[in-house]
């Protein structure tokens, strides 16, 4: 599960998808199941203002990696502050078994659950004029420790812009939905990244005007 493969996700997803299919309209989409259109890109930047004038950080959380990596290239490139969001009780192996509906994050997804995190707000958070906020999807949707994240800080006066990485599905309505459990904040379209698309990453960052 450490090193979730496209291949084998898609295996898993397979089956997923047969029930999401059974879900109702309005049921956030791509719950499993992967999106062979994906990434979806989008235009981040490109009609809108630049995201912040002041400091930038580079809020992540990366349960096996893909995302630290993304985040780093952020990072290097922008020369921003990084915070890597982490839960208290760190995520096992078996603890990531989206196979299994009893394992930790299966149990979190079904009472959709807030995973506690080691430290909620970043040192010098209000400092910060902009965030870029990282974060694996689960699911379709960002993973719980971002959700955590999101409705345990204060936005109000910040711009957000989300990424995320994915085996195959895109970015979907995650970031909207992290922008709703915040309740405040300049929340802008985010962009999914395949693990390890750190030029991408750049380029990216480049068009945000930060
Ligand atoms: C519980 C769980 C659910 C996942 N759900 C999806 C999904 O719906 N779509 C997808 O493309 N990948 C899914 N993945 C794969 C991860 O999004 C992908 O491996 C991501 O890059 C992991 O980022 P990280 O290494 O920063 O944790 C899932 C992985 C886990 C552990």
Same mark, same amino acid.
Request: aromatic share 8%; charged share 20%; hydrophobic share 40%.
């Given at each position: 599960? &450490?090193?979730?493969?496209?291949?084998?996700?898609?295996? =898993? $997803?397979?089956?997923? +998808?047969?029930?999401?299919? *059974? #879900?109702? /309209?309005?049921?956030?989409?791509?719950?499993?199941?992967?999106?062979?259109?994906?990434?979806?890109?989008?235009?981040?930047?490109?009609? &809108?203002?630049?995201?912040?004038?002041?400091?930038?950080? =580079? $809020?992540?959380?990366? +349960?096996?990696?893909?995302? *630290? #990596?993304? /985040?780093?290239?952020?990072?290097?490139?922008?020369?921003?502050?990084?915070?890597?969001?982490?839960?208290?009780?760190?995520?096992?192996?078996?603890?990531?078994?989206?196979?299994?509906?009893?394992?930790?994050?299966?149990?979190?997804?079904?009472?959709?659950?807030?995973?506690?995190?080691?430290?909620?707000?970043?040192?010098?958070?209000?400092?910060?004029?902009?965030?870029?906020?990282?974060?694996?999807?689960?699911?379709?949707?960002?993973?719980?420790?971002?959700?955590?994240?999101?409705?345990?800080?204060?936005?109000?006066?910040?711009?957000?812009?989300?990424?995320?990485?994915?085996?195959?599905?895109?970015?979907?309505?995650?970031?909207?939905?992290?922008?709703?459990?915040?309740?405040?904040?300049?929340?802008?379209?985010?962009?999914?990244?395949?693990?390890?698309?750190?030029?991408?990453?750049?380029?990216?960052?480049?068009?945000?005007?930060?």
């Amino acid at each position: 599960m &450490a090193n979730l493969t496209r291949r084998n996700f898609l295996a =898993v $997803a397979a089956a997923a +998808a047969a029930m999401t299919l *059974a #879900g109702c /309209a309005g049921e956030p989409e791509a719950e499993g199941a992967p999106q062979k259109d994906a990434p979806q890109g989008n235009e981040a930047g490109a009609d &809108a203002a630049p995201a912040g004038a002041g400091a930038t950080l =580079v $809020a992540y959380f990366s +349960a096996t990696g893909n995302t *630290a #990596g993304i /985040a780093q290239a952020l990072v290097d490139h922008l020369g921003a502050d990084a915070f890597r969001i982490e839960v208290a009780e760190p995520y096992t192996d078996d603890d990531l078994d989206y196979n299994d509906g009893g394992s930790r994050v299966g149990v979190e997804r079904a009472e959709d659950g807030r995973p506690e995190l080691a430290q909620v707000t970043p040192d010098g958070w209000g400092d910060y004029d902009t965030v870029l906020l990282g974060y694996p999807i689960w699911w379709g949707d960002a993973a719980g420790p971002a959700k955590t994240f999101a409705e345990g800080n204060d936005f109000d006066g910040k711009t957000v812009v989300p990424f995320c990485t994915s085996a195959s599905s895109g970015i979907g309505r995650s970031g909207e939905r992290l922008a709703e459990l915040a309740g405040a904040g300049d929340w802008r379209e985010g962009e999914r990244f395949s693990a390890g698309a750190a030029d991408e990453a750049a380029n990216w960052a480049d068009g945000l005007g930060l």
